[in-house]
């Protein structure tokens, strides 16, 4: 596996309201919103521009749901992602979330990374965390 090289590409989250979520994620965390999101999808890329890191939102049946080994209504649960902030920006990014209405909690000592975290739960029960060195 070491010749393998590997990163992330998309993070894919099930939500209630695409359109609401798709707001919440490019205002209060800056993710540039690709096309424009429909009642049922929504495409953001993260980090800089022409950045191969991407959210998607969806509501409803995710593809290849229907192969999970859990029973319906139980294949998909919430996530929880971790996101890189500078510390310089680290505040501001805290802010930006509280002015949605979403309680930040932290800092978080983080001894095996040697960083610090904030946590906070988004409007669907996803948790995420803001993570600074």
Known sequence: MADIQM???DLVLRVKDVKRAA?????????????EPTD?????QIGEPGA????????????YEIYS???EGKRWGA????????????????RQVRLHGIEVRGPQQLAETDSVAFYFYDF??????LRSR
């Open 7 to 9: 990163s992330l590409a």
């Open 23 to 35: 707001s919440f994620y490019r205002h209060a965390l800056g993710f540039v919103v690709q096309g």
């Open 40 to 44: 049922e999808q929504a495409w953001l």
């Open 52 to 63: 191969a890191q991407h959210l998607a939102l969806y509501k409803g049946e995710l593809p």
């Open 69 to 71: 080994p859990n029973p």
């Open 79 to 94: 996530v929880h992602f971790t996101l890189s902030v500078p510390a310089k920006q680290l505040e501001a990014a805290i």
């Open 124 to 129: 669907d029960g996803n948790l995420v965390a």
